[in-house]
């Protein structure tokens, strides 16, 4: 999406959610979700690390929606940079 000369990306999943009192430590490094969330079993915990610190870098406004049994919805918004066409 494309608003206000600043574009809104979102990655969206259908998965299992995770739950809420969970959310503001999934940025953390090494964090993952206890074991009822299947798939953070298998990482390490560092790639929503590893983005925070990419999109903290682009000064981009970034975080996640999610209910438990409907998924979640990762986002971030930059700045559109205008390329100079001579």
Do not use: H, Q, S
């Given at each position: 999406m494309v608003e206000?000369?600043?574009?809104?990306?979102d990655v969206i999943d259908h998965g299992e959610g995770?739950?809420?009192?969970k959310l503001d430590y999934?940025?953390?490094?090494?964090?993952?979700?206890d074991e009822e969330h299947k798939i953070a079993k298998v990482g390490t915990g560092l790639g929503l690390s590893i983005v925070k610190n990419i999109l903290l870098a682009h000064d981009?406004?970034?975080g996640v929606a999610s209910k438990?049994?409907?998924g979640s919805d990762f986002y971030f918004i930059m700045p559109i940079i205008p390329?100079?066409?001579e």
């Open positions: 206000d000369e600043k574009v809104r990306i995770i739950p809420k009192d999934i940025w953390d490094r090494y964090y993952r979700v981009a406004d970034f438990l049994g409907e390329v100079d066409e």
